[in-house]
């Protein structure tokens, strides 16, 4: 059985504790598009609004909400593989910091938004996939440009 949204359970301990800091992570792919992963995305999606409406709804009682989107993250051993894989590989070298992610990343995210350092950010998606969200599918227009 499932429980309603507004049950006990899904609320914050906001009486108990006297503040504190949610951390969600999500996928990139809560705001774009991939293939064939339509339940997934959207789930993502979901707790990516959930996250600004927590920090809304309980920012008052002290408690912040965040989260972590996650872009391309890897082992060693399966980010070597990747990096190898003549069109994986590829893509990660387009990316603008041209690595797949590490645990670490987004571990070192996490501890800076529990943190005292971000005591006044709440309500935050922060990207942690090596540039991808800002990048952009048109093409290198730049051979065009540097001939000129």
């Known amino acids: 059985m499932t429980q309603p949204v507004t049950s006990p359970c899904s609320r914050p301990p ?7 800091s949610i951390i969600n992570i999500i996928s990139v792919s809560s705001t774009f598009g991939f293939p064939a992963i339509p339940s997934y995305s959207s789930t993502k999606g979901a707790i990516n609004a959930l996250t600004r409406q927590v920090a809304f709804d309980y920012g008052s009682k002290g408690i912040r ?3 972590i989107q996650v872009g391309f993250v890897a082992n060693g051993d399966v980010s070597a593989m990747l990096a190898a894989h003549p069109t994986v590989g590829e893509a990660f070298r387009t990316m603008t910091l041209t690595r797949a992610g590490i645990a670490e990343d987004v571990s070192n995210a996490a501890l800076y938004l529990a943190s005292d350092e971000s005591k006044f950010v709440t309500g935050v998606v922060l990207p942690v996939d090596g540039g991808l969200a800002i990048q952009s599918v048109m093409p290198d227009f730049s051979r065009i440009f540097s001939a000129s």
Do not use: E, I
């Not at 906001?14 to 504190?20: A, I, L, S, T, W």
């Open 65 to 67: 909400s965040n989260a």
């Open 14 to 20: 906001r009486d108990k504790v006297g503040g504190g």
